[in-house]
């Protein structure tokens, strides 16, 4: 199921499924979170035992958040609160600091 679905190429080279779903088990490899879903915490739990008993590798999926509105302006303290779930970053601080610093 995972080859039927469509793709799209980000100006750095990278592609990103169309579609994200928290469902790993029938082959997406795109995990969507965000803080009022609550789930945040657990998924980061059940991906690290993926990644620990080896079925998937962490540059293979794509996990995405939401950043609810009132939350735009938060103070860098409350950005960087929610990298605590992240065991591996593969750059992604970099796009924080980028963030931060351009004030998205």
């Given at each position: 199921m995972a080859d039927e679905i469509r793709f799209f190429e980000l100006n750095t080279g990278a592609k990103i499924p169309s579609i994200g779903l928290g469902t790993y088990a029938i082959g997406y490899r795109h995990i969507d979170c965000a803080p009022i879903y609550g789930n945040e915490k657990e998924i980061g739990f059940a991906l690290k035992e993926l990644f620990d008993d080896g079925v998937v590798k962490r540059e293979d999926l794509w996990i995405?958040?939401?950043?609810?509105?009132?939350?735009?302006?938060?103070?860098?303290?409350?950005?960087?609160?929610?990298?605590?779930?992240?065991?591996?970053?593969?750059g992604a601080y970099r796009t924080l600091e980028e963030f931060w610093d351009g004030e998205i």
């Open positions: 995405t958040s939401k950043l609810w509105d009132i939350h735009h302006w938060a103070p860098k303290e409350k950005i960087v609160k929610g990298s605590e779930f992240v065991h591996e970053t593969y």
